[in-house]
């Protein structure tokens, strides 16, 4: 939570904006195992994090993508926008923008958010358990979107 003092000197705690980024390639998709000293280290997550300052959501999930992959990325298209703050291990109540989009080129190495990065064949994914944050509810619901086309974005 973001501790904010306002004009009329009243305090209150806000939420967070991040993104969350599905990618793909080939018919796979891109995970990373989150550093062991991060909240959910160990496990298995899409690339994300916060958006910053002066920085559309768009920006974020390709710089975030490029920061925790080293992989540049075309077509970025908003799936579902996740304002619940009562989801699985989400202590901070964040506001999540999850995209998916197209990798293209291996441009660099992931920082040290991120301890290793795999594709993953859409029939052999972590198990649930493994997965970070609530991000094992975006796979399936992105799988399910690939089955049935609904309209987008999802909002909630």
Request: charged share 30%; aromatic share 10%; glycine share 6%.
């Amino acid at each position: 939570m973001i501790n904010c003092t306002f004009e009329n000197g009243n305090k209150s705690s806000l939420r967070h904006v991040v993104v969350d980024t599905i990618v793909l390639k080939d018919n796979k998709v891109l995970l990373v195992k989150r550093a062991r000293k991060l909240i959910e280290g160990g496990k298995w997550a899409l690339a994300g994090g916060y958006v910053e300052r002066d920085e559309t959501t768009e920006q974020a999930a390709a710089r975030e993508t490029l920061e925790e992959t080293g992989w540049e990325i075309k077509d970025l298209t908003l799936f579902r926008v996740n304002d619940n703050p009562n989801r699985r291990h989400e202590d901070r109540q964040n506001i999540v923008f999850v995209y998916f989009c197209t990798a293209t080129k291996k441009v660099g190495e992931a920082d040290w958010e991120s301890d290793e990065q795999k594709w993953f064949n859409w029939s052999n994914l972590p198990a649930f358990d493994d997965l970070a944050f609530g991000h094992s509810d975006d796979i399936n619901l992105y799988r399910k979107y690939l089955e049935e086309s609904f309209p987008l974005p999802i909002i909630g």
